[in-house]
């Protein structure tokens, strides 16, 4: 996959928050439970393939927590 820089941009600003624009998806890493990083930093984020989720990693709880589903929008 090939990265367009006239239709697709990546912009850190001056506190280091990301933008990525474009009308794609961003794909977050995947894998199973036992995959996951043998050392954690908070704030990761992945896929977990073998729970069907989002998760990301609570460095207050040492754990790796599912992130929250939001309710269906009226009108989605």
Do not use: K
């Not at 990525?20 to 961003?26: A, D, K, P, S, V």
């Not at 995947?30 to 460095?59: A, D, F, H, K, W």
């Amino acid at each position: 996959m090939e990265f367009n820089f006239d239709t697709e941009t990546i912009t850190p600003d001056e506190n280091g928050n990301i933008s990525i624009g474009g009308t794609g998806c961003l794909i977050i890493p995947q894998g199973t439970t036992s995959q996951r990083p043998l050392t954690p930093i908070g704030g990761m984020l992945r896929y977990n393939t073998e729970l069907s989720t989002v998760e990301y990693y609570n460095t207050s709880e040492s754990s790796w927590d599912l992130v929250p589903s939001l309710p269906p929008q009226a009108g989605n």
